[in-house]
């Protein structure tokens, strides 16, 4: 595959990314809207949000590894048509139970895209400077899209109706669908066949969902269930020659200490995506408008360690440090927005807090997702990658329960506090990886 080529894909891959990453967030700004217009009550208003969300993170694990066993590119097209078919249908969707069902849909696709993205971006790039720079746009893609979401859906659902924040997903999938068949490379059949694990794939499927379930709605009977699955999950994959999950996986330290990162990052982020969020409109008084505007600082912040800051950071100081001090601007970030006032303004109590989160994002998060692939056989990276995307979901749906419950009984102040608490024990963990953690962002076949 020629330079040119292969950049091209890498960017085709981030656009079909993108177009999962936005959807988390775009459609939180159309949900007053779409209560009006489809007659939803409060109570099952919330299931907009929950059908996606449980669908996404029970099946990141089951997407990533049937693209290890039957094609990536050919997981992909299928994940990214199935969102987009699925996009559509939200936008006409003319009563409750299609919208949600629908949105269930979007998250098996999304699942798909996801896992294998991170993979087969890993397995275009060899080189480790070239590696680095990629992660570090895929990285910004992953963090700044969020906010992107928040801007998107306020100007859609005010100027057009919450339709258009699922019809812009439209001309997206369909080119990410039409170009991925010239520009990706074709599946290579692997070279011993293996049977997909049915039983450990029913198992942890269900262990995940019902996990993502109890934690968005704090139904502890199905978290134990969720336990109980786990472990019989664990039993099996010991037991069945074609696992589906190698618990050889667990032996890589690089990749267990990334995905316990992943679950504090990512509970220290939903602080700073939804409970800031909910603090500018309700407490400070800030538009749909107002709100994204004042994410963009540290989006153009990311923006600028994505284009090359990121990756000549990581090929002078390794993986360890960028992460730890990111961790740690980050938690310093969430503790400004701890302290802030009730009438505080934008450029004093909001503006700096912003800030330090956009260097901290910015600086760890592309050293973060290289820590947890670079060390992985390129045959598991599909499922390596579902394992991290899937500790971040977890961390994340776990964040927002504790932090929206925290912030309902204590205030934001002290959701925010608890974030930056988040933050500062991932910059702790940090402390586990290896300290030659700069060897991780070339592949294992160039260091052995």
């Not at 599946?187 to 293996?194: L, W």
């Not at 807090?353 to 056989?377: I, K, Y």
């Amino acid at each position: 595959m020629t330079e040119r080529k292969r950049w091209l894909a890498f960017y085709l891959l981030c656009a079909g990314e993108f177009m999962i990453v936005i959807d988390t967030t775009i459609v939180n700004v159309a949900l007053p809207s779409i209560q009006a217009d489809l007659a939803f009550t409060e109570s099952s208003l919330v299931w907009v949000v929950n059908a996606y969300m449980v669908t996404y993170g029970g099946f990141l694990l089951l997407g990533g590894r049937l693209g290890d066993l039957y094609g990536q590119r050919r997981w992909f097209v299928l994940g990214t048509a199935l969102f987009t078919v699925a996009s559509l249908v939200c936008a006409l969707a003319n009563t409750q139970w299609l919208l949600v069902v629908a949105r269930a849909v979007q998250g098996l696709g999304g699942a798909a895209v996801s896992a294998i993205a991170l993979s087969l971006i890993m397995n275009l790039f060899t080189e480790a400077g070239e590696r680095a720079k990629a992660m570090g746009i895929y990285g910004f893609i992953c963090a700044g899209g969020g906010s992107v979401g928040v801007l998107a859906g306020g100007v859609l659902t005010s100027a057009l109706g919450w339709h258009w924040v699922f019809l812009v997903n439209l001309p997206i999938g369909a080119l990410v669908c039409a170009f991925c068949f010239t520009l990706l490379a074709p599946d290579i059949a692997p070279a011993h066949k293996r049977r997909l694990d049915v039983a450990g794939a029913i198992t942890v499927t269900l262990a995940s969902m019902l996990a993502i379930y109890g934690i968005v709605n704090s139904t502890y009977a199905l978290l134990a269930v969720a336990a109980v699955l786990l472990a019989a999950f664990l039993i099996l994959e010991s037991r069945v020659r074609d696992p589906l999950m190698p618990l050889r996986l667990f032996r890589v330290r690089s990749l267990v200490v990334t995905n316990v990162i992943g679950v504090l990052w990512a509970a220290a982020m939903f602080a700073w995506f939804f409970i800031s969020a909910l603090y500018m409109q309700i407490v400070l008084g800030y538009t749909p408008m107002q709100i994204g505007l004042a994410f963009l600082p540290p989006n153009l912040i990311m923006a600028a360690f994505s284009i090359g800051l990121s990756a000549k950071l990581v090929m002078r100081f390794g993986l360890k440090l960028p992460i730890g001090v990111g961790m740690l601007l980050a938690a310093a970030g969430l503790g400004l927005l701890a302290v802030a006032p009730n009438g505080g303004g934008f450029l004093l109590h909001v503006l700096p807090g912003m800030l330090l989160l956009g260097v901290g994002c910015g600086m760890a998060l592309n050293p973060v997702m290289l820590a947890g692939m670079g060390d992985v056989d390129p045959g598991e990276s599909g499922l390596a990658s579902g394992v991290l995307n899937t500790s971040f979901m977890m961390g994340g749906a776990l964040g927002l329960a504790a932090l929206a419950s925290l912030a309902e009984a204590k205030g934001y102040h002290a959701a925010f506090a608890a974030g930056a608490l988040f933050a500062f024990a991932a910059a702790g963990i940090t402390l586990l990886l290896d300290s030659k953690a700069a060897e991780n962002s070339q592949p294992v076949a160039e260091r052995t």
